[in-house]
């Protein structure tokens, strides 16, 4: 009996033997797997790229939110009280006091400015005002540059000059692309440095002092200009100039007459000759 031949191990022996046609679907079928694994990839970057994207959004809106909520480097004064930093009319220890918070741009705040002005003018010494900022640069493209050239005439001494000429003129600048052209122009016209206003314009100091009335304001719960504070308290605002005369009167009585008897009586008999 013959012994038995071992098996073969040769695996190539064994191996089938593919055809033209098997070898071209195997090549299709590869190239079709690189194009999947490259399309994976693709998508994969794509997906990080987005990620990335998000992650940088995320983080901005962080730092918007954290640095509007940090204290600015001015000191932030009480929501309803007058401080010695404040832009004032009248005296310290006026019977009345009230503070605005405004916004140059607003038309409702260039309404009020006559208002005030003529209420300030008619009580006198018995009434302390004095102006806040509070830009809403959501729909007041122009607001916060107002307040800045205000804040840097406020540096030469002359806060309220810039602040009336920004409302007397308040359709002349407020869709001005540019409007610090025209502030100069103001700022020219009341006898400021130009050198000086410009870079009191472009300082964080008057970035901060308008940030730190921002707060002060928050705190109190303003959201919409003008706000009046009137002794301490906000108030809603008055409809009229009598309304709003009448709130002051209530406090500080009304005011004198700057016509004496004597001249009453002057008038009276001028008059009566004509």
């Known amino acids: 009996m013959e012994p038995e031949q071992p098996q073969s191990t040769d695996s190539a022996e064994k191996a089938p033997q593919l055809t033209k046609k098997q070898r071209r679907a195997l090549k299709k079928q590869e190239k079709r797997e690189q194009r999947q694994q490259a399309e994976r990839g693709k998508k994969t970057k794509a997906w990080a790229a987005w990620v990335l994207v998000v992650v940088v959004i995320v983080l901005g809106l962080w730092w918007l939110v954290a640095r509007s909520n940090s204290s600015p480097d001015a000191p932030i004064p009480p929501s309803a009280d007058i401080t010695a930093q404040d832009h004032t009319k009248g005296p310290e220890g006026a019977e009345v006091n009230i503070i605005e918070y405004s916004d140059f741009q607003c038309p409702a705040c260039g309404a009020y400015f006559s208002i005030v002005q003529q ?144 001249d009453e009586e002057t008038t009276t008999t001028t008059d009566q000759s004509l």
Request: hydrophobic share 40%; no cysteine.
């Open 119 to 262: 209420l300030v003018e008619e009580f006198g010494n018995s009434i302390q005002f004095a102006y806040r900022h509070f830009p809403l640069r959501s729909i007041h493209a122009n607001a916060e540059p107002a307040a800045r050239a205000a804040e840097a005439a406020g540096m030469q001494g002359r806060f309220w000059e810039m602040h009336d000429a920004l409302f007397e003129n308040q359709n002349a600048w407020s869709n001005e692309r540019n409007p610090f052209d025209l502030f100069a122009q103001y700022a020219n016209d009341i006898g400021l440095d130009a050198a000086q206003f410009e870079a009191d314009y472009n300082s964080n100091t008057a970035k901060n002092t308008i940030r730190a009335h921002e707060t002060a304001g928050t705190r109190l719960g303003v959201d919409g200009t003008p706000t009046f504070t009137l002794n301490g308290e906000r108030i809603e605002n008055p409809q009229s100039y009598d309304a709003f005369r009448a709130l002051i009167a209530a406090i500080a009585g009304e005011p004198e007459s700057d016509t004496s008897p004597d």
